[in-house]
């Protein structure tokens, strides 16, 4: 089976071609500036150099961006595909489902009309998801179309986790209530360190930190998230690159008031100049902080202590409420790649069980990384949205085929 995985965003498209067979990347690629001047389309076959095309045309508009990429796969000196109907399925990242999806769905109608109902919640985000819906359903008529949400993952959280203590008719009227982000990952990465471990997931205890651009962290009992992070938005929970994470409340009435700031102005600044830009000055990227505290940077310095005394306290509580725990997993592009962030995290956790080898997790690409003392395995697991995204859309399209 082949099948397109496409993320739309408001400005871009991402796409990735897997043969399912083998979960092979045949290709993949990233238009950007979509509507905007000077917009790109990068393409990758498999492992190769990538192919860039700046022409217009293939920039103008998500239906053009589409078009370009269609085309560039069944191309014939560079395409993987000879027609697109070898394409047996789409899988769209779909940001909000809101309460209505609990889980991937096949794109009908009544589900387009239930995502386009979710914009209120995701109105940077689902608008650019319903158009590569839309646009991949014209250019590809037939070809089953798969949702997959970012939130689903999250709708397993009791009630105590996810409502507000704010008045109950909010949640009622407005639906304001956590919601939590980066599901896909966090379930990937969970189904990974089950297979690892080689333990069926429904009787593990996990804590996966997505720790990125944009970080969340979850707690997963029994293969199910059972609290997470981030909430109504993804600028709760941990400090991020540019993002405040959680503050108290009241510092947005204070910063209307004394910087003569309009609420849309502070919006803005907890969103984009906040995080661990916000504090250092410097960058909202970890190595560039790592660099300048290791030259000396207070504030760089101070700005990573920030971040993983949070990401600490958040493992405190989630090992409180799983009442125990297997595996600590990090991933993202800090998880993944920051030595020094995972051991100013775990350092301290000892009491825990869990336990660092320091050795180990200096070792690149190293999975396990904990002492073979350590009670709770501690696992670096690189995350792969679209390939969880491409299972799920197989799965609903083998569902389907099968007679009930
Ligand atoms: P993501 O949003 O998952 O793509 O993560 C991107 C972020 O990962 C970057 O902004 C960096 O802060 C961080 N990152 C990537 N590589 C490294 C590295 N080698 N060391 C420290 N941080 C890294």
Same mark, same amino acid.
């Not at 319903?130 to 179309?145: A, D, F, H, S, W």
């Not at 306290?313 to 920051?338: H, P």
């Not at 904990?370 to 799965?395: C, G, P």
């Given at each position: ?36 001047? =000077? ?45 697109? %109907? ?7 990242? #779909?940001?909000? =489902? ?12 009544? #589900? ?83 297979? &690892? ?40 929970? &941990?400090?991020?690159?540019?993002? %405040? ?38 960058? %909202? ?76 997790? &200096? ?42």
């Amino acid at each position: 089976m082949v099948v397109l995985v496409v993320n739309c965003g408001s400005s871009s498209l991402k796409f990735q071609l897997f043969d399912m067979r083998s979960e092979e990347v045949l290709a993949r690629g990233l238009v950007e500036r979509i509507g905007l001047s =000077g917009g790109k389309f990068k393409y990758y076959r498999g492992t190769e150099e990538p192919i860039e095309f700046t022409d217009s045309q293939v920039y103008a508009s998500h239906a053009n961006a589409l078009e370009a990429v269609l085309k560039a796969l069944t191309q014939r000196d560079y395409g993987v595909i000879s027609d697109i %109907s070898t394409i047996n399925a789409v899988g769209h990242r #779909v940001a909000h =489902g809101g309460e209505l999806f609990t889980a991937a769905t096949l794109i009908t109608e009544e #589900v387009l009309r239930g995502i386009k109902d979710c914009i209120s919640l995701a109105p940077l985000h689902n608008p650019a998801n319903v158009t590569g819906i839309e646009e991949c359903m014209r250019l590809m008529p037939g070809t089953p179309q798969v949702a997959v949400f970012d939130t689903a993952f999250h709708q397993t959280m009791p009630e105590e986790a996810y409502l507000y203590a704010i008045p109950y008719a909010y949640y009622q009227k407005h639906k304001i209530r956590r919601y939590g982000f980066h599901g896909s990952s966090h379930r990937y990465v969970a189904e990974q360190a089950a297979e &690892l471990l080689n333990k069926p997931l429904d009787r593990l205890k996990l804590i996966s930190c997505h720790l990125g651009n944009g970080s969340s962290i979850c707690a997963i009992k029994e293969g199910r998230s059972i609290d997470t992070s981030m909430g109504f938005t993804p600028l709760e929970g &941990l400090p991020m690159g540019s993002r %405040s994470g959680t503050i108290d409340p009241a510092i947005i009435e204070f910063l209307v008031k004394k910087e003569n700031m309009s609420l849309d102005g502070v919006m803005e600044v907890l969103n984009k100049k906040s995080g661990v830009y916000g504090i250092s000055g410097v960058s %909202s990227d970890f190595r560039d902080l790592e660099q300048a505290a290791a030259g000396g940077n207070h504030l760089c310095d101070v700005a990573i202590q920030v971040f993983c005394r949070s990401v600490k306290k958040y493992i405190g509580s989630y090992y409180a409420l799983l009442e125990g725990l297997d595996a600590l997993i990090f991933t993202a592009g800090i998880g993944e790649n920051s030595a020094l962030v995972r051991e100013k995290i775990c350092t301290g956790l000892e009491h825990m069980g869990i336990k660092l080898d320091r050795r180990r997790n &200096l070792t690149p690409d190293a999975i396990t990384v904990s002492a073979e003392d350590s009670k709770v395995k501690i696992m670096v697991i690189s995350t792969n949205e679209e390939l969880l995204i491409a299972r799920d859309a197989q799965k609903i399209i083998l569902q389907r085929s099968i007679p009930s």
